[in-house]
């Protein structure tokens, strides 16, 4: 029956962090996979969420199914850590959010909204994009294509070639943007070439599905917002993917809303409706105790106030780790190259390391990054950066 099914190579992320946790070596180091680890190695709790799960747990109920749509509260506490708390769509009831299975379920409920109602379209992502984007567009349905994002030779961006490329796309269109924290570059736009692109979706009418899941990561929680942000503010309609696993160091409760910016609260509910028909026929309805926590720290300020701290500092010591893997690497390497490892923002540095680089740095010195190149900084630390750094520049050492 099943003779004809493929052997499945194994994901380029989630497979090569499982053969992570398989390998035998002591000092392995794993900057694989996007997640953070403290200066200990650890993946954290972070003392915000568990005051707020120490809590409900100590308030111990009945588990009803939540609504198709999530759970009321957090759908709400959702659109006003993204969109912001004075956004006038927000009061004006033009944003339809549904909690979704983190990030990847937005976005899989978002492209199969947008399949049946704009089943011409193509979807456009940067080059290069997260890996699952195109996996979860084309099997949702849809033709993907590239734009050019990410500039080789400066280790920056693209960003005129990105707009004019932008700017020939037929109407509706969909366009996937990173919000902030680019996966995998870590290059990010600055505000004003938002502005620019933003004008240019607008003028052209595509259709924008912003993901933003490193909210926090980059320069604080607002500022990384910006684009969410400017795009509602110009009545631009769009898709939002967000996620809480990096943020609130909760992955695998997979807590992630997808909203869709309507023009007004009658097309909104009409959306509302179908994204939760969407949810229906993929998972029915969303687990509840992922919600409820970060609902908990959202809205009880004193938890609000600890979480923004603690994710405060999360983000400082990525940035420490950017100097101090930079500061070992000059001394090995010269060159501009190397200016990547500070100016490349969030979790992630786009390392130029090739792949047969990257696999010699796994089988012989057990660091682990991805082929592309994308290394995870937020898993470096005091211990290890000076090993990494010695093996980069071993792999990159011309042989003698
Ligand atoms: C990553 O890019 O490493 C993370 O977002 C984890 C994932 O699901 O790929």
Sequence with gaps: MF????????????????????????????????????????????????????????????????????????RDAVQSLVFGEQCAARTEKRIATVQTLG???????????????????QVWVSDPTWENHRF???????????????????????????????????????????????NPTGVDLDDAQWEQLIAVLHKRELLPFVDIAYQ???????????????LARRGVPMLVANSFSKNFSLYGERCGALSVLCQDAGEADRVLGQLTSAVRSNYSNPPTHGAKI???????????????????????RIADMRGAIHELLSRHIEGETLSRYIKQ????????????????????????????????????????????AEAIAKVIAPAA
């Design 3 to 74: 003779e004809h099914v493929d052997a499945y190579p194994g994901d380029p992320i989630l497979t090569l962090n499982e053969n992570f946790q398989k390998d035998p070596r002591q000092d392995k180091i794993n900057l694989s996979i996007g997640i953070y680890f403290d200066d200990d190695g650890r993946l954290p709790v972070m003392e915000a969420v568990r005051e707020a799960e120490t809590a409900l747990l100590s308030d111990l109920g009945p588990k009803p199914y939540l609504p198709m749509s999530g759970f009321a509260p957090y």
């Design 103 to 121: 990030g990847s379920g937005a976005l899989k409920i978002g492209a199969d909204f947008l399949k049946r109602y704009f089943p011409q379209a």
């Design 136 to 182: 979860i567009f084309e099997r949702a349905g849809f033709t993907v294509n590239t734009y050019p994002y990410y500039d080789d030779a400066t280790g920056g961006l693209k960003f005129d070639a990105m707009l004019a490329a932008i700017d020939a796309l037929a109407p509706r269109s969909v366009v996937v943007l990173h919000a902030c924290c680019h």
């Design 216 to 230: 926090g990561f980059g320069s604080n929680l607002d500022d990384d917002a910006f684009a969410v942000r400017e």
């Design 294 to 316: 970060v609902t908990k720290v959202l809205t009880t300020p004193a938890l609000n106030e600890k979480w923004r701290n603690e994710l405060t500092a999360m983000c400082r």
């Design 345 to 388: 923002r969030g979790m992630f540095t786009y390392t130029g390391l090739s792949a047969e680089q990257v696999d010699r740095l796994r089988e012989q010195y057990g660091v682990y990054i991805l082929r592309s190149g994308r290394m995870c900084v937020a898993g470096l630390n005091e211990r290890n950066v000076g090993a990494v």
